[in-house]
């Protein structure tokens, strides 16, 4: 047997809240809403990778342990559309072939979008 990761859930205080930025980002929409736990659609379709949206009493204490990488051809204006969704930027960095921007969502979470080159 071999294990796959089929979904990547983020923590947060509003899932409902956060499902709005997300959904908007990734141009996807809500597939199951529990109220306390929601899925979005994968975005690249069936069989790509889920997000789950999970409430917690707690805020993200600092930066979070795991994130995400994503890959644009464009990354100044995905970030700046990212940012007028409500992402706040933390930094950028550049190692010989890729650049990449650290954000964070409205609940703080962080994320990098990255462009080769």
Request: a negative charge; aromatic letters at 6%.
């Amino acid at each position: 047997m071999t294990l796959t990761i089929g979904m990547i859930t983020i923590d947060t205080t509003d899932p409902h809240r956060l499902a709005d930025f997300w959904t908007k980002a990734l141009g996807t929409s809500v597939q199951h809403d529990w109220g306390e736990f929601l899925v979005l659609a994968p975005a690249g379709g069936e069989g790509g990778l889920q997000l789950g949206l999970q409430r917690v009493d707690d805020p993200t204490p600092g930066k979070n342990r795991v994130h995400f990488d994503s890959h644009v051809e464009d990354r100044a204006g995905e970030v700046a559309r990212l940012v007028g969704l409500g992402a706040t930027e933390i930094g950028e960095h550049t190692v010989p072939g890729l650049t990449w921007t650290v954000l964070a969502d409205p609940d703080g979470n962080q994320f990098c979008v990255g462009q080769s080159g």
